[in-house]
C-alpha cells in the first residue's frame, strides 16, 4: 500500500514569489492535515480537513497560506508572496478519521526561500 | 489547553546502553499518547502509541514507553541502543473527541559508537 505522497521534495525560490506543495494522502483516508516544522522543531498544524472540509485553518495564515482539497482526495497548499520566514518543512499527514487513529506522514516538502 | 513537553533536547548515548526519553504532557481530559521518530530529511513515523488499557505500551525497533497518569509523563525506553537508532524524536497528545494532535519540540537521540 502506498504511503502519503508529497511532491515537490525540495522547493528553492526567492521572496516574493509563489509556490505550491502536493499531497495525496493514503487510500481511504478522510483525514488529511498540513504541518509546518520549523528547524529543530515539532510540526504545528496549519490545516486540517475531514473530506474536502476545513476543519480546523486557525493557525493558517491566511493572508499569504491557502489550501484546497477539492474532491476529498489530494490536497495542494499554496504560499503567495513567500517571505524570508516560510523556509521550513511542510509535511501531510492523513489518518483514518478514527477516534483512535494515528497520523501518516508524507516525507515532507522543504522550501527554502532566498 | 494542551501541551507537551520533552525536557532534553539532546540526548548523546553509546552503543548498547539503555536511553530513557522523557515526555510530559498536560491536559484537562483523557489523552492519546503518541511517539513518532523522524529519520533525517524524512517524515516521522509512528514508534508506539497509548490509547487504553495497559500502561506499559511496546512499539516497534524494541521501544517502550509507560504512561503514568498521576505525573502525566509517557516516557519512551529501550534498554539497548543501536548506531541506527540516531534521529530526531517526538512525543504527541491527542486529547479523546478531538482530532488536534500537540507534538513536543523533539529530542535528538545521538547513538556514539
Known amino acids: 500500500e502506498a504511503g502519503v505522497v508529497q511532491s515537490p521534495r525540495y522547493k528553492i525560490i526567492e521572496k516574493k514569489q509563489p509556490v505550491a506543495f502536493w499531497c495525496n494522502p493514503i487510500?481511504?483516508?478522510?483525514?488529511l492535515y498540513w504541518y509546518l516544522q520549523n528547524l529543530g522543531q515539532g510540526p504545528e498544524l496549519l490545516i486540517r480537513?475531514?473530506?474536502?472540509?476545513?476543519?480546523?485553518d486557525s493557525q493558517l495564515p491566511k493572508d499569504r497560506f491557502s489550501a484546497e482539497r477539492l474532491k476529498g482526495v489530494d490536497s495542494t497548499l499554496k504560499i503567495q508572496p513567500a517571505e524570508l520566514g516560510d523556509s521550513a518543512v511542510y509535511l501531510c499527514?492523513?489518518?483514518?478519521?478514527?477516534?483512535?487513529?494515528?497520523?501518516?506522514f508524507g516525507e515532507g516538502s522543504r522550501l527554502t526561500v532566498l | 489547553a494542551q501541551s507537551v513537553t520533552q525536557l532534553d533536547s539532546q540526548v548523546p548515548v553509546f552503543e548498547e546502553a539503555p536511553v530513557e526519553l522523557r515526555c510530559n504532557y498536560s491536559?484537562?481530559?483523557?489523552?492519546?499518547l503518541f511517539w513518532y521518530v523522524q529519520y533525517p530529511n524524512q517524515g516521522l513515523q509512528l514508534l508506539l502509541k497509548?490509547?487504553?488499557?495497559?500502561?506499559l505500551v511496546k512499539g516497534i525497533n524494541g521501544f517502550e514507553a509507560e504512561f503514568n497518569k498521576s505525573q502525566t509523563s509517557f516516557h519512551l525506553r529501550k534498554p539497548s541502543v543501536h548506531i541506527s537508532d540516531t534521529a530526531e524524536y517526538f512525543c504527541a497528545v491527542r486529547s479523546s473527541g478531538t482530532y488536534k494532535y500537540i507534538f513536543g519540540t523533539g529530542t535528538r537521540l545521538k547513538v556514539l559508537a
Open positions: 491536559s484537562s481530559v483523557s489523552v492519546y
Open positions: 480537513y475531514e473530506n474536502e472540509e476545513a476543519v480546523d
Open positions: 487510500s481511504g483516508h478522510n483525514t
Open positions: 499527514a492523513s489518518s483514518l478519521g478514527q477516534n483512535t487513529g494515528e497520523l501518516f
Open positions: 497509548y490509547l487504553s488499557g495497559s500502561t
